[in-house]
């Protein structure tokens, strides 16, 4: 038996045919940047998470760069984010010519608690990531950044859909960023992304650098760049937008399978709070101090995981800094992700369940 991570091959037949449906309506029309499809995601998004403003573009690193380009980031300005997430978020940082600076994670694998202590006259911003989609603690996070009158931008991009004290991921700073590649909980056939706002200013700036600063035809009033979103892109996500509650229930069932199935064997740390609302499901990031042992046996059962991510980014040599990050190297030494999407069998879930206790 071989269990994929995660096989697109498998979205459902009668998804794909609307797919299909969608690519020939967009090739009837004839307009393949930007026009109603594009102007039609926007508003979807808008109006599912409850935000003022979301501005669509080409991908989610594109997203994080445009917000921070939004905020007006200065070289040498320094912006604080967690040691452990996605390389795109310090990547924007330092394409800005700002400078990250790298904090602890919390057990979870969320920005410390202890951030704001980074905090120096030259901090403009704190990115907290809502990794494996567990939304960081937003409240406490605003508070401090408002007090210290730093800007705070969310790196959604695992995250979207999950909700915190009935605020969306994303929504809660001054932007939040979105990415739709393919393998996230809403993903694309192909790649894009988008910044949500409240505030106009900001959608003003965001959308004229997406679009080379032009506020109308050969009228650029900032250096921008093009980072508009693929239309057809935005048809797909259209189709998939409309499936998504019904997928989210789907990971949501199979993580509380995994968590009945697996809870008290051996020392394995299961992933907290990913049946909650303020959990996307994104990824079913166990913590386990054999991670290594236990991921080549799955493997031998033909079971595929992911490590999300092996190396914190101040290890790597780009982004060589000093500093403290026991918690966030320990859970790239100790975390490993089960399969966890919408098209999985039930008889695959029961073989990763039975291959892990057969582990133990
Ligand atoms: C995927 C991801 C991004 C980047 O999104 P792309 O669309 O791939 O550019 C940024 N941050 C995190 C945490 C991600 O998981």
Not at 79 to 92: G, K, N, R, Y
Not at 246 to 253: A, C, E, F, M, P
Not at 333 to 343: A, E, H, K, V, Y
Request: glycine share 8%; charged share 25%.
């Amino acid at each position: 038996m071989k269990v994929p991570f995660l096989d697109l091959s498998r979205i459902d037949i009668a998804i794909q045919q609307r797919l299909i449906n969608k690519l020939d309506q967009i090739l009837k029309a004839g307009l393949f940047s930007g026009g109603p499809e594009v102007s039609l995601l926007e508003n979807y998004i808008r109006e599912k998470l409850s935000s003022n403003f979301f501005i669509s573009c080409a991908n989610g690193t594109d997203a994080l760069e445009l917000a921070l380009r939004g905020i007006e980031i200065k070289p040498d300005d320094e912006v604080i984010l967690p040691a452990l997430t996605w390389v795109s978020t310090a990547e924007a940082v330092i394409m800005t010519g700002a400078k990250p600076i790298f904090v602890d994670t919390d057990e979870n694998g969320l920005i410390s608690n202890e951030w704001s202590k980074a905090i120096g006259k030259n901090t403009k911003a704190v990115i907290p990531v809502h990794l494996y989609g567990k939304m960081a603690e937003m409240t406490s996070i605003c508070s401090k950044a408002k007090k210290y009158g730093i800007a705070v931008i969310e790196d959604a991009a695992q995250a979207f859909g999950a909700f915190q004290k009935g605020k969306a991921a994303g929504t809660w700073g001054d932007v939040g960023c979105l990415s739709f590649y393919p393998t996230k909980n809403l993903g694309a056939l192909g790649e894009a992304g988008g910044c949500l706002t409240q505030k106009n200013k900001l959608r003003e700036r965001i959308t004229l650098l997406a679009n080379h600063g032009q506020n109308r035809r050969n009228s650029h009033l900032l250096v921008g760049r093009n980072s508009r979103i693929d239309t057809l892109q935005a048809g797909f996500l259209n189709v998939l937008l409309e499936e998504f509650d019904l997928l989210q229930i789907k990971r949501k069932n199979i993580a509380r399978i995994y968590l009945e199935e697996l809870m008290g064997i051996g020392d394995l740390i299961l992933p907290k709070g990913i049946l909650e609302a303020d959990h996307s499901a994104h990824l079913f990031a166990l913590q386990f101090e054999k991670r290594d042992q236990l991921k080549d046996h799955l493997s031998t059962k033909g079971i595929e995981t992911g490590v999300y991510y092996p190396e914190i980014l101040p290890d790597m040599p780009a982004y060589y800094t000093e500093g403290q990050f026991d918690e966030a190297r320990r859970i790239s030494r100790q975390t490993l992700s089960l399969p966890l999407n919408p098209w999985l069998t039930e008889n695959e879930i029961l073989e990763i369940i039975k291959a892990i206790q057969t582990f133990f």
